[in-house]
């Protein structure tokens, strides 16, 4: 392949924000609604589908399992799909990855059994795992260096309001006065193919990543797309674009293979991957857990009826995209360092606070849903901006391939492991046994917020050729 100078990650990161970068927001962001939307719906329904008459009757544990199921469908779909998105592009994925979860979610609406159940549950993980790489990824390379960190926390923190609107629709879904038991929880699967359909054709407006296309072997359809973009954001924002300062000399690759991929994380920058494993683990611990089952411990240990659950699901959801929204701005001003140690710190102390309340038997439905609020106010940001993280401290090449790997082995390690042990420890009935799932929750945030602390990067308002060389220019240095 040959070598080249281009200037074009200068070109994108100097732009003024118009118009055109909403289009990439509502086309590749708006993904995260989904995924709320499906974590919230098996929360709410956690209730319903443990009735014999919802057609499904599953236990409280088996609603963990399903949980789990998902969680691992993410995880394989993210590392599959993540490495065809780093070889094949990140376009020709996202369309790819939106379908396979339109076409699972639209199954689970018809299960009948606990087998067919877990497999559309799987399947719907694998296109949403699948989405995390080739989105966050597509994003940061299209998004100006200088508000990457606001616009990457929004996006992620839009999570939550597929969460909030997931609970509402739920409240008459699951009124068997309105809809009949077996039914009402299907339909709240079918609202989520109804969202997935109509992002999916915004979506297709949204361009190649030119960073991708320059570095295997398409430089004149980057050149192409980025003059594109350059004239609808002159236009749309009526100013005039500054020169673009800066090239970068690279030799064009047609991929990447995986002993690279590996090399770079582990023996090139050991430290930063150890950085995104902790904040993963604890991220995805903590939510998981929780959220998958907290419709159980209502009606477990505070007799809120199933219909109710939802109403205590809103404000949270609130909270939790209150928390990047508000405090996203900062990540770029302040710096990634302090606000992400931060953030994870405070929400694992507030977290350990809220365990030993809940242990005194001091909370009801309404407090314990308010200490919530506050803890996932710091944790909500804390967890988007372990995605933005990934993606921006490794090389080009392997970018939606690390955010993948962070993200299965991270969640994996906590966001199956929590929902199962929590679904068997609130199915004891024991307010010692769920205090203690809470304080291994705080406690791996506390340690996620330390190793960012004394080994993160620094990469506010940095181009991400700046934060992480690609492999092929600084193989080219070498040479």
């Known amino acids: 392949?040959?070598?080249?100078?281009?200037?074009?990650?200068?070109?994108?990161?100097?732009?003024?924000?118009?118009?055109?970068?909403?289009?990439?927001?509502?086309?590749?962001?708006?993904?995260?609604?989904?995924?709320?939307?499906?974590?919230?719906?098996v929360g709410v329904i956690g209730p319903r589908i443990t009735d014999p008459s919802s057609g499904l009757g599953l236990s409280d544990s088996e609603v963990g399992v399903a949980a789990g199921v998902y969680v691992a469908g993410a995880c394989l779909g993210a590392l599959f799909f993540g490495h065809l998105t780093d070889r094949f592009g990140r376009k020709k994925l996202f369309l790819v990855t939106l379908a396979v979860y339109l076409a699972a979610t639209v199954a689970t609406a018809f299960a009948h059994d606990a087998w067919y159940f877990y497999l559309c549950r799987f399947f719907t993980g694998a296109g949403i795992g699948g989405e995390y790489a080739a989105i966050n990824s597509a994003i940061d390379e299209l998004i100006p260096a200088r508000v990457r960190g606001t616009v990457d926390l929004v996006v992620n923190g839009s999570f939550w309001l597929g969460t909030a609107l997931g609970a509402l629709i739920a409240i008459p879904a699951l009124d068997t006065g309105l809809l009949p038991a077996d039914l009402?929880?299907?339909?709240?699967?079918?609202?989520?193919?109804?969202?997935?359909?109509?992002?999916?054709?915004?979506?297709?407006?949204?361009?190649?990543?030119?960073?991708?296309?320059?570095?295997?072997?398409?430089?004149?359809?980057?050149?192409?797309?980025?003059?594109?973009?350059?004239?609808?954001?002159?236009?749309?924002?009526?100013?005039?674009l500054e020169p673009a300062h800066g090239e970068i000399r690279i030799t064009q690759r047609e991929h990447t293979p995986l002993t690279e991929v590996a090399a770079t994380l582990l023996r090139r920058y050991p430290k930063r991957t150890v950085v995104g494993l902790s904040l993963f683990v604890g991220q995805a611990f903590l939510y998981n857990s929780i959220f998958f089952t907290y419709a159980l411990v209502l009606s477990t240990?505070?007799?809120?009826?199933?219909?109710?659950?939802?109403?205590?699901?809103?404000?949270?959801?609130?909270?939790?995209?209150?928390?990047?929204?508000?405090?996203?701005?900062?990540?770029?001003?302040?710096?990634?360092?302090?606000?992400?140690?931060?953030?994870?710190?405070?929400?694992?102390?507030?977290?350990?606070?809220?365990?030993?309340l809940f242990n005194a038997q001091v909370l009801s439905p309404v407090t314990l849903t308010i200490c919530w609020m506050v803890v996932f106010f710091f944790a909500s940001a804390g967890a988007s901006s372990a995605y933005l993280t990934v993606s921006e401290i490794f090389p080009m090449e392997t970018r939606a391939l690390a955010i993948a790997l962070f993200y299965a082995v991270g969640t994996g390690l906590g966001g199956i492991i929590g929902p199962v042990l929590f679904g068997r420890l609130v199915e004891s009935e024991s307010v010692g046994n769920v205090v203690v799932g809470?304080?291994?929750?705080?406690?791996?945030?506390?340690?996620?917020?330390?190793?960012?602390?004394?080994?993160?990067?620094?990469?506010?308002?940095?181009?991400?050729?700046?934060i992480a060389a690609p492999l092929s220019a600084e193989q080219h240095q070498m040479a």
């Open 1 to 41: 392949m040959a070598q080249i100078s281009t200037d074009i990650p200068a070109r994108l990161d100097r732009l003024p924000w118009a118009r055109w970068h909403w289009l990439v927001l509502i086309g590749l962001g708006t993904v995260w609604i989904l995924d709320g939307l499906e974590v919230t719906i």
């Open 301 to 356: 240990f505070f007799k809120v009826p199933d219909g109710s659950t939802p109403w205590y699901l809103i404000p949270i959801a609130i909270g939790n995209f209150l928390g990047p929204v508000l405090l996203g701005r900062f990540f770029d001003t302040i710096g990634r360092r302090t606000m992400i140690a931060g953030s994870y710190a405070l929400s694992g102390l507030l977290l350990l606070g809220t365990a030993a």
């Open 438 to 466: 809470y304080v291994i929750g705080a406690l791996l945030m506390i340690a996620a917020g330390l190793v960012q602390w004394f080994m993160g990067v620094e990469a506010a308002r940095r181009s991400l050729e700046d």
């Open 184 to 240: 009402g929880w299907r339909l709240l699967f079918g609202l989520g193919a109804v969202l997935g359909a109509a992002i999916l054709l915004v979506r297709r407006t949204v361009p190649e990543s030119p960073r991708w296309l320059f570095i295997h072997g398409r430089e004149r359809e980057a050149e192409e797309i980025v003059r594109e973009i350059e004239t609808k954001v002159r236009d749309e924002s009526g100013k005039t």
